[in-house]
């Protein structure tokens, strides 16, 4: 009897045992059932607007119904993705819309119709008004070291020491710090040309990347499907009548890719010119299709402040890709001038792994020649970035100066990054190297500047202070304590520039007049005749 006890018992071990063995042979997509689970490369892209956000991510090959639920602790809005059948997994792609400003939410993804959420990813949308991001270029994520020329260290190494995904976790940890609202890329995001699944789970796989809406271009090493697959592109066109009949269009993104999105003051457009036109020809198609682009996207959203243009090959650069017969052809067909058309104020771009900044130029000639702050110049500036993971450079093609058009051109062999703040009335780009260099000669800005239109900024009048004060009054931002505290006793002094200072930083105004004085006496009185009775 005890020897039969015994043998149960063993049994039951060995049974169990079993089980345990047998679980660690389980699909990994079974994790996407259990509560809690990490989203398969979660990504996130600007929305149409600004109270809108695109997201895209992978679910199991047998996911029917999937989901995405945003909470910000009042409400919460739960939208169903669309499915995308791929060879290994479902692409799910969804929308958040009414998204309100200036909001923290926590959000989660669901691949069973909402028996099982995933973890909490935090979003936190921009605040209405000005807002700031970062704009990089060529991250270029794959595995191995950074390139062997690099002059960067940190840390007591070499960034050639490092790899190519340290430099874009470097980079993602000084945009963090920066609060920015969201991340523009000037394109090869990725560096497989055939697409590499591997590659993009490094490109994501930093916890910032679920945080920032992340805005792509289509570069010429992301010509494969899996770009495709990868980005939820808001207000993307269908270019199949225009850039369908190139010969030069035998990539499987060379349809995808064209978009536009709003953000606050901002409007971007951005272009796909990865293919390779080797004519002017072959190259015009490109070009009605951005045309296209543009103009749907100007009368989708006519009242944007500032346009920018997203594209991935420089046409004014200096590095080894300056003269490539691509570019030459794009440039001949026309793409500066649909800059001049449509009065663009910037063109972001990369592609050649160097830093360059032109003058304003319309027309192919400079029209201001202003350096650092310039003011209406009524022309476009060019900006091309170098390598924001540092996974290789390209050496200067002009060894005896540069193109008249070139201001400034770097190659410190760094990585680097620019931080853009976006008002109505001004535009400031701050380019940083990632790194120290090996002399400790490079400053840590590459470089700064700004353009403001005057005819962006609202002259102060009775009417637009009293609206800019009720909007912060009704908002709780200002208290009435508050605004008794910097109105009333500030204003009755009769020196105002120190108090000028002070109420932009409330209002975003850039003079206070004694007509404008005279009513913001009269609106304190108004509240304090509110608070007798």
């Not at 590095?319 to 972001?348: P, T």
């Not at 900006?383 to 050496?395: E, P, R, W």
């Not at 009775?462 to 200002?478: P, R």
């Amino acid at each position: 009897m005890r020897d039969k006890h015994r043998l149960c018992k063993r049994l039951r071990w060995l049974f169990i045992f079993a089980i345990l063995i047998f679980s660690l042979y389980l699909p990994t997509s079974v994790s996407a059932e259990v509560a809690g689970f990490t989203v398969q490369t979660l990504s996130l892209q600007p929305g149409s607007d600004t109270q809108s956000l695109n997201l895209n991510w992978y679910a199991d090959k047998k996911a029917v119904n999937t989901k995405v639920r945003f909470d910000d602790g009042k409400s919460t809005i739960i939208v169903k993705a669309s499915l995308e059948a791929a060879s290994e997994y479902t692409v799910c792609k969804a929308t958040v819309n009414g998204l309100a400003a200036g909001t923290t939410y926590k959000y989660q993804i669901s691949n069973d119709g909402g028996k099982n959420w995933s973890k909490k990813y935090t979003y936190h949308t921009a605040e209405e008004g000005d807002f700031r991001f970062a704009f990089v270029g060529d991250p270029q994520l794959t595995s191995g070291n950074q390139d062997s020329s690099s002059l960067g260290t940190t840390g007591g190494k070499n960034a050639s020491e490092l790899t190519i995904l340290q430099g874009w976790q470097d980079t993602l940890f000084k945009l963090q710090k920066a609060d920015i609202d969201l991340i523009v890329s000037a394109g090869d995001q990725v560096n497989t040309y055939a697409g590499n699944e591997k590659d993009y789970e490094l490109l994501l796989a930093p916890s910032f990347m679920q945080m920032i809406p992340f805005a792509v271009t289509v570069g010429n090493h992301d010509r494969h499907i899996e770009f495709t697959t990868h980005f939820n592109l808001p207000n993307e066109q269908d270019v199949s009548a225009t850039i369908g009949t190139s010969s030069a269009a035998t990539a499987e993104t060379s349809l995808s890719g064209n978009y536009f999105y709003s953000f606050n003051h901002a409007l971007f457009v951005v272009l796909n010119d990865a293919d390779y036109p080797y004519s002017k020809e072959s190259a015009v198609p490109y070009i009605q299709a951005f045309h296209d682009t543009l103009e749907a996207a100007v009368t989708k959203y006519p009242d944007y402040e500032w346009l920018f243009v997203q594209h991935h090959k420089s046409t004014e650069s200096v590095a080894e890709h300056a003269a490539d017969a691509d570019i030459v052809s794009y440039k001949e067909a026309g793409f500066e001038k649909l800059m001049d058309e449509f009065h663009v104020d910037f063109v972001l771009a990369g592609h050649d792994h160097v830093y360059v900044r032109t003058y304003a130029l319309a027309n192919g000639k400079v029209v201001n020649k202003n350096k650092d702050e310039l003011t209406d110049p009524d022309g476009t500036v060019y900006v091309t970035c170098n390598t924001s993971s540092g996974l290789k450079y390209y050496n200067m093609y002009y060894t005896e100066g540069y193109p008249a058009a070139v201001l400034i051109a770097e190659q410190t062999r760094i990585p680097s990054y620019s931080i853009v703040d976006v008002s109505s009335e001004k535009v400031t780009f701050t380019t940083y190297s990632l790194y120290d260099d090996n002399d400790n000669s490079t400053s840590e800005i590459l470089d700064t500047f700004s353009i403001t239109k005057t005819a962006n900024i609202q002259p102060v009048t009775k009417e637009t202070i009293m609206k800019k004060l009720c909007e912060y009054y009704k908002s709780g931002d200002i208290s009435k304590k508050s605004l008794y505290f910097i109105l009333k006793i500030k204003l009755e002094n009769s020196n105002l520039v120190s108090f000028r200072y002070e109420l932009n930083a409330k209002c975003n105004r850039p003079y206070i007049s004694s007509r404008a004085r005279a009513a913001l006496l009269s609106y304190i009185q108004q509240l304090e005749s509110s608070d007798n009775q």
